[in-house]
């Protein structure tokens, strides 16, 4: 059996969720800092990609991306690169994809966060950089732990977006849940079977992690 | 040398701060809401009045004319949090390291193992703050904010988060901690007692207004605004109008008092509750009232005493009879135990 796919989805989901982790953080933070109107908007266009269907996720990237659009043919034409089909393009739609998690979840623990304590920091002349890495990081670590772990489980399952640009070329771009697709589609229902197993696997492993770590923690 | 002079627009006033002062305690006195914190939380750089000045030792950190406006970290301003904001992911010293960045590293941990020691944190360095009593997290949160050597110490409502029974010798240690810092302090409570026992001077605030410093035995003796008298604990006031020299005329208490002093722009009379008596054979300034109301207090009683429009709080003296509610009683108010109470400007 040829594990392509597997290797091919677990870079994909390693790489989108590194970025993902800063993206998150990042938006979280600042949005916090916005204007109330500014926020409002900003927060519809960020959590997006989580109620869109990925295939228009996938179509409007495209459009971004696609050989013949702004971005894919200024790429092509300095560099000579394509930013479609290849097997780090799905990154983009999985990057894309899975944002809103992990931005959600940051959100959700900086808003809890005591902000005294980044106060309290200030006035004893910690830098804000310090503030940010070793007091507000480390108090918001659980929920920031689930975001990427339940980041990193909906990275390896993305197939919406990443099949339309990255599509579905064995040994170059397959993902294990690409390859589901077409192995039930070519009728190798055995095999098929197979990578179906090994995904409820690999995501229930997840999800059982996520419980662990969010299981209350008697002392610190 | 601390001085402050702003203005701040916040939801239902504007906070408007004035204060002098000089290696100084100074409290801050008023009642939750006056705007007591965003006063300090000014001074620190945490949050930004809306206009004026604010200097200390020579230094401008604030001046919203000339587009000063120095940060928090620069300002050399101790705080100590209500709730002494320890970061929960350090231990103890690590809490207390956190102060320490001014200075070469090659000290911090001599500096470290004396402010532990000083502050009596001896075998509690690895421990985190969630661990250890209030007491001890306050201690901590001192020696953190003296290892950052600031010039001026914010303390804000330092007792709120402590029952009574550990509030007292907590008192004490701060007091030990105050009497070690040389620079100024400001202290905001809404607790006369606490101010009484850690302050010199004081200032009260109501809604948003600061009003003239003056020594703690001032305030509790010679309250010259409504506000001051109030947060000193005195409950019964009446408004009051100048009739002839030395007498007013209280429509709330309906009876026409003499008084011994005499002051035109008088609004207000008020007295303490112990100073009241039931009336002998006084012949002014007696007034006869209803027992609406019978208080248990932790020694003794008192009772709520209705006259025409407000109600009166006296307490009982032990051996004195317990009335009924309902019975009718005369009490005195000594002329030499009013006082002439102006409103403060935005009463009216």
């Not at chain 1, 908007?41 to 459009?63: A, E, R, S």
């Not at chain 1, 623990?109 to 005591?114: H, L």
């Not at chain 2, 105050?178 to 409570?189: A, H, Q, T």
Request: proline share 4%.
């Amino acid at each position: 059996m040829d594990l392509f796919p597997l290797y091919n989805s677990l870079r994909i989901a390693v790489i989108s969720t590194f970025f993902v982790f800063f993206l998150g953080i990042a938006a979280a933070y600042y949005i916090a800092k916005c204007p109330r109107f500014v926020k409002g908007i900003l927060d519809v266009f960020f959590t997006l990609p989580l109620v869109l269907p990925p295939t228009v996720v996938g179509y409007l990237l495209l459009l971004l991306l696609g050989p013949k659009r702004i971005i894919g043919s200024a790429f092509f034409e300095s560099f000579n690169i394509r930013l479609t089909m290849n097997w780090w393009s799905a990154i983009f739609a999985v990057t894309v994809i899975v944002f809103p998690l992990m931005y959600r979840t940051a959100r959700g623990a900086f808003e809890s966060f005591d902000d005294t304590l980044s106060d309290a920091g200030k006035t004893l002349g910690l830098s804000n950089s310090y503030i940010f890495w070793r007091i507000r990081i480390p108090n918001c670590k659980q929920a920031i732990i689930s975001g990427v772990v339940l980041s990193f489980a909906r990275a390896l399952g993305e197939y919406g977006a990443t099949s339309m640009i990255a599509g579905y070329i064995p040994n170059k771009t397959a993902t294990v849940s690409t390859a589901v697709y077409q192995l039930w589609r070519t009728g190798n229902d055995e095999l098929a079977f197979k990578w179906v197993m090994i995904n409820i696997a690999i995501s229930a492993l997840v999800l059982l992690a996520i419980n662990l770590l969010e299981r209350p923690k008697s002392r610190v | 040398m601390l001085y402050v002079n702003i203005e701040k627009k916040l939801n239902n006033f504007t906070l408007k701060v004035n204060i002098n002062t000089d290696k100084d305690i100074l409290a801050l006195l008023g009642a939750s809401g006056a705007g007591k914190s965003v006063t300090l939380k000014c001074i620190a750089g945490i949050d930004t009045p809306d206009k004026g000045q604010i200097i200390l030792d020579g230094q401008t950190l604030f001046d919203s004319k000339k587009h000063i406006n120095i940060a928090p970290q620069k300002r050399e301003v101790g705080y100590l949090f209500q709730q002494y904001a320890l970061f929960p992911n350090m231990t103890v010293e690590q809490n207390i390291n956190t102060g320490l960045k001014k200075i070469k590293k090659s000290e911090r941990k001599k500096r470290t193992a004396e402010l532990i020691k000083h502050f009596h944190l001896k075998g509690l360095e690895k421990l985190r703050p969630n661990t250890l009593s209030g007491g001890e997290q306050q201690r901590v949160a001192l020696a953190r904010i003296f290892a950052s050597q600031p010039k001026v110490l914010l303390l804000d409502e330092p007792f709120s988060s402590l029952d009574n029974f550990l509030k007292w010798q907590l008192e004490l240690e701060l007091k030990n901690a105050l009497n070690e810092f040389f620079g100024d302090v400001i202290m905001v409570s809404h607790n006369i007692d606490e101010v009484c026992k850690l302050c010199n001077n004081v200032s009260v605030i109501s809604k948003g207004t600061v009003q003239e410093k003056k020594s703690v035995y001032d305030l509790i003796y010679h309250p010259k605004t409504l506000a001051e008298a109030m947060i000193t604990g005195c409950k019964n006031y009446s408004s009051a109008q100048h009739i002839s020299s030395g007498m007013y005329h209280c429509p709330d208490w309906g009876i026409n008092l003499k008084t011994n002093n005499d002051t035109e722009n008088a609004k207000y009379i008020a007295i303490k509750n112990e100073d009241i008596k039931f009336a002998d054979n006084e012949s002014e300034n007696v007034l006869e009232c209803e027992v609406v109301q019978i208080i248990n207090e932790k020694i003794g009683r008192s009772i709520a005493l209705k006259t025409t429009n407000s109600i009166i709080y006296m307490p009982l003296k032990n051996d004195s009879i317990i009335p009924l509610k309902h019975n009718k009683f005369k009490i005195y108010l000594d002329s030499n135990k009013l006082f002439l109470l102006t409103g403060s400007e935005n009463d009216d």
